[in-house]
């Protein structure tokens, strides 16, 4: 049985609780890790199999930077421990309008030496036929370094290197335990046992809210979101990662990824679905999803509108009200440390996640820690931004998307 007593525990062992864990480890804490599924399991918002790696973020100076040096993180990742955890088969974004996030994100790829291009539509239409402009894009933003995350397999792997570090790993669901003024004591789990910790990371995802729920129920919004895969014709190359870079279409609320592993084609709609119980909610995709999927598919790569569908699988967004991540202290217990609210763009941004929270467990400031001194990551700067540029249900902020 493990020990029960630990220097830092970490609840969740999704992208950042296992980074966390990870980062805590190698600064030279004993760390326990624990999750109530397991790794990437299917509940998790950090499994499946893919997901989007790119370093374009608008004018955000900061998240453009930490997801430059999260990729290399990855790279490193994957290269220490002999598995491919990114492919770098690019990114790229069909702009409808110019002046708006592509710009802005050329701009500032740009004056930090990140390899980006602006492509027209025939110069689009060329290097990739597979894609139809619709007649509706004005433009294409290039990112070559950027790619395609292995998700369930990145976060197994960085649990697996963890524990090869000394770090303890469990399979427990847990919930705050005894408290003494400001300290949380415990953590217990299922069975009734409880496990103490000098500091305690909840890193719990959508799970967030049920744990904390006076203090995360505003705060974090938990919904339902479909993606669909598409199988391509036999015998067809040129929609796999190798012929065919993942892909964002921004104002139409799309997202998707060649065939990685003679897999689908994964079409994925970037907008809230109806809240959602990450423990209880059915994983069954709405059929409307696979319409517009479909619809979709019609526009932009028409040779798949009429593909049959392979797989289709049922994540979820946990969102904070403005769209940024939280990381930060309890406000009212000076041990226990929030990390969530990743707003369907976090998974990236793993291995800077746990840099900063091992960071500031040792005492770091924000800025210090990597942050940018504003305080965003706070608990208390929760400010809710406007949907973004098509309004209603779209998740179009520039730090609201994959």
Not at 172 to 186: E, V, Y
Not at 225 to 232: I, M, R, Y
Not at 324 to 329: G, P, V
Request: proline share 6%.
């Amino acid at each position: 049985m493990l020990p029960a007593t630990t220097d830092v525990l970490v609840v969740g062992a999704g992208v950042m609780g296992a980074w966390t864990a990870l980062r805590a480890r190698e600064a030279g804490h004993t760390v326990t890790l624990i999750d109530a599924w397991g790794t990437g399991h299917p509940r998790a918002t950090s499994s499946d199999e893919t997901r989007i790696m790119r370093c374009a973020y608008g004018d955000d100076r900061l998240m453009t930077t930490w997801a430059m040096r999260a990729r290399d993180a990855w790279l490193a990742a994957g290269a220490a421990w002999g598995l491919p955890l990114l492919v770098t088969n690019g990114v790229l974004w069909f702009a409808r309008h110019e002046g708006g996030f592509e710009d802005a994100s050329l701009v500032m790829l740009e004056g930090l030496g990140e390899p980006v291009e602006r492509l027209s539509v025939q110069e689009l239409t060329a290097r990739w036929p597979q894609i139809s402009d619709g007649g509706d894009v004005r433009q294409a933003l290039w990112e070559p370094n950027a790619g395609t995350l292995m998700a369930r397999r990145g976060v197994q792997a960085t649990v697996a290197a963890f524990q090869h570090a000394g770090g303890r790993y469990a399979l427990a669901g847990a919930r705050p335990g005894h408290t003494d003024r400001d300290r949380l004591l415990d953590v217990v789990d299922q069975s009734g046992r409880r496990w103490s910790a000098g500091s305690v990371v909840f890193a719990c995802g959508p799970w967030l809210p049920k744990v904390w729920p006076e203090l995360l129920g505003g705060r974090i919004r938990v919904t339902k979101q479909d993606v669909v895969s598409f199988g391509p014709p036999a015998g067809d190359a040129s929609l796999r990662s190798e012929a065919l870079p993942t892909w964002v279409d921004y104002d139409h609320a799309y997202y998707g990824f060649p065939t990685f592993d003679d897999r689908g084609f994964k079409v994925g709609p970037d907008r809230y679905g109806p809240v959602f119980d990450p423990s209880h909610g059915e994983r069954v995709v709405d059929p409307e999803s696979i319409r517009l999927a479909r619809d979709y598919l019609r526009l932009r790569f028409p040779a798949m509108a009429d593909a049959p569908v392979v797989e289709t699988r049922v994540c979820q967004y946990e969102r904070s009200v403005d769209g940024q991540f939280i990381l930060d202290r309890h406000p009212d217990l000076t041990n226990v440390w929030i990390a969530g609210g990743g707003s369907g763009h976090a998974f990236k941004h793993g291995p800077m996640i746990g840099a900063y929270l091992a960071a500031r467990l040792d005492g770091a400031s924000d800025a210090d820690a990597g942050g940018a001194g504003d305080d965003r990551f706070a608990l208390t700067a929760r400010v809710p931004r406007d949907a973004g540029r098509t309004g209603g249900d779209t998740i179009t902020e520039s730090w609201g998307l994959f």
